[in-house]
């Protein structure tokens, strides 16, 4: 259980000097980009597994139903509106922002298209959806050792806590609990996997960054 005492993002041999670079090295965009594909898989399997979505899947579901869009656009868009919000936060996106909103939104609709891996059994969507919480977690410890910029979300919240003041937990939980909310209003699944999520995520980070430690010290 070693990967709980991970406190931050560690720096690997691929680890940008500078979250905004725009001339990073290909290993470090490699990198960038599998975490983010990863992730996007990761939850897209939520999606498949039909037992509740992450908050911001809930929200993207529900733009999706009542605009007729994909899911994966429907992230584009709510991706997109997130980042003009960092406007006037003063915050500033870095080449993992702009691909993060690009490559997952991708994935997750090219997921969808391609693979079908919902069933008639709960158990076996339950562990399809614990599984994808596992790869958002993974995903998430590889693409953010990259150090090219925050995700959209990340950003919002790091801007609304320097902005207000309020402990970046209480941040984070509002904006969760926020973006749960509208989406439920406008149709979005919420259920077990929704809890399992909010529960299970930070864990599935702190275990992918301990994973990427054990990578990069055997490299």
Not at 8 to 35: A, C, E, Q
Not at 90 to 104: A, C, D, E, Y
Not at 169 to 184: K, Q, T
Not at 187 to 213: D, E, K, R
Request: cysteine-free; hydrophobic content about 55%; proline content about 5%.
């Amino acid at each position: 259980m070693k990967f709980l005492k991970v406190k931050n993002v560690p720096t690997v041999h691929w680890s940008s000097d500078r979250p905004l670079n725009f001339k990073p090295k290909i290993l470090t965009l490699f990198y960038l980009v599998m975490g983010l594909i990863i992730f996007g898989f990761g939850e897209s399997l939520l999606i498949h597994s039909m037992i509740g979505l992450s908050p911001w899947l809930v929200l993207a579901e529900g733009m999706a139903i009542n605009f007729n869009w994909t899911i994966g656009f429907a992230t584009f868009v709510s991706s997109f509106v997130v980042l003009l919000i960092w406007l006037p936060l003063k915050q500033r996106p870095g080449v993992g922002t702009i691909l993060n909103i690009i490559i997952i939104a991708g994935t997750i609709d090219l997921s969808l298209y391609l693979f079908n891996f919902s069933t008639n059994s709960y158990l076996i969507n339950l562990m399809v959806g614990s599984l994808g919480i596992l790869l958002v977690g993974l995903g998430s410890g590889i693409y953010l050792t990259a150090n090219l910029g925050p995700g959209p979300r990340d950003g919002l919240m790091t801007g609304l806590q320097r902005v207000t003041q309020y402990p970046i937990a209480w941040v984070r939980v509002s904006i969760e609990v926020s973006v749960v909310f509208v989406g439920w209003i406008l149709g979005g699944t919420v259920g077990v996997g929704t809890l399992l999520f909010a529960f299970g995520i930070g864990p599935a980070v702190a275990y992918g960054l301990y994973l990427v430690v054990k990578v990069n010290k055997k490299v």
